[in-house]
């Protein structure tokens, strides 16, 4: 059966990106080979973007995957697939950026990532790896400008096929857009039915930087994920009508805002229920119920927020939109 291909939105880099991808960040996360076998099971029906993190400790997992996709004959050859990657806080210092995207595609066994981005708007002390250490005493100041400068180095270079960034709000991308000489292609940011993020969609949009969303569906069923998406009683009532889940409900709402989605399901029937979204519309009247869904941030980001840090509240770190 061969898989149905996915639409794709032109990036301001010029580079085409599926506008869903297959997330890989889980917590605890499978052993490496269990890993690949489920990317092996997500390239079958179908994905071919697929999202990474240096913090996941998945890109191994993911480059064996596309080893193997190659071997087997899912994909024909690497400008099938669409991979983005991610520098973590600890290595947002000007000179550690090259040697970390090169960490990561020795990891990938790749020569390009497709999209690079800046996880988060924030550094942190480059000894202070790993999940463990998200802790206020780590946090330092941010050195934009440098950073960035050192991301566009990664594009010239053609290491990085598009450069972007993660988690910024509307003051920040401003700042790389005056001072910078490439534009973030991509903005990858939490949104979903229950944190809608009309603003920055909207800055986003005018400035010609596509919206990613992570957690479309609010990270349900995970530890730090909310019931908020999947139990919502006004999505439930849509997809009951239109006889599709609430997963497709959200996922098509997202794709009519004109954003992708960052899914993460490691359950095969879930992975194809998530690529079905894009034959059928939701209609003015289920749209406008989406603005009855009570808005909450599901992830914080308050590990960043210190007295002694660049980030003093919450409404600092999210640009006054907390």
């Known amino acids: 059966m061969e898989a149905k291909k996915i639409p794709e939105v032109i990036l301001n880099s010029g580079q085409k990106m599926p506008l869903i991808g297959l997330g890989t960040a889980a917590i605890p996360l499978p052993p490496n080979e269990a890993l690949t076998c489920i990317l ?42 669409f991979i983005t990657s991610k520098l973590w806080a600890t290595d947002a210092h000007h ?64 290491l990085a ?44 949009k005018e400035k010609g930087i596509h919206v990613s969303a992570w957690s479309p569906l609010g990270a349900y069923k995970t530890s730090y994920g909310s019931n908020a998406v999947m139990e919502s009683p006004i999505l439930k009532d849509i997809a009951n009508a239109r006889q ?27 992975m194809k229920q998530n690529l079905e979204i894009f034959d059928w519309e939701l209609c003015q009247e289920e749209s406008q119920k989406f603005s009855q869904i009570p808005q909450q941030r599901m992830y914080t980001g308050k590990s960043f927020v210190t007295e002694n840090g660049p980030y003093k509240s919450l409404e600092e770190l999210w640009d006054g939109d907390p």
């Open 40 to 81: 092996i099971d997500a390239f079958e029906v179908g994905y071919r973007h697929f999202d990474t993190a240096s913090l996941y400790e998945s890109e191994e997992a993911l480059g064996k995957a596309v080893a193997k996709a190659l071997e087997l004959g899912l994909i024909k050859n690497r400008d099938e697939v």
């Open 95 to 158: 000179d550690l950026v090259l040697p970390a995207l090169k960490t990561s595609l020795q990891k990938l066994g790749l020569e390009y990532v497709d999209l690079y981005l800046i996880h988060w708007p924030v550094r942190m002390k480059p000894e202070a790896k790993g999940h463990e250490n998200i802790l206020k005493e780590n946090v330092i100041p941010f050195d934009m400008n440098g950073t960035w400068e050192a991301m566009e180095e990664c594009y010239r270079l053609g």
């Open 161 to 204: 096929k598009s450069i972007g960034v993660s988690n910024f709000g509307i003051k920040k991308i401003s700042q790389i857009l005056e001072n910078g000489t490439i534009p973030p292609a991509v903005n990858q940011v939490e949104m979903s039915p229950s944190w809608q993020q009309g603003k920055l969609r909207e800055f986003c």
């Open 244 to 270: 599709k889940t609430v997963a497709q409900i959200a996922l098509r709402w997202i794709h009519e805002q004109g954003a992708s989605a960052i899914v993460r399901s490691f359950n095969k029937e879930r």
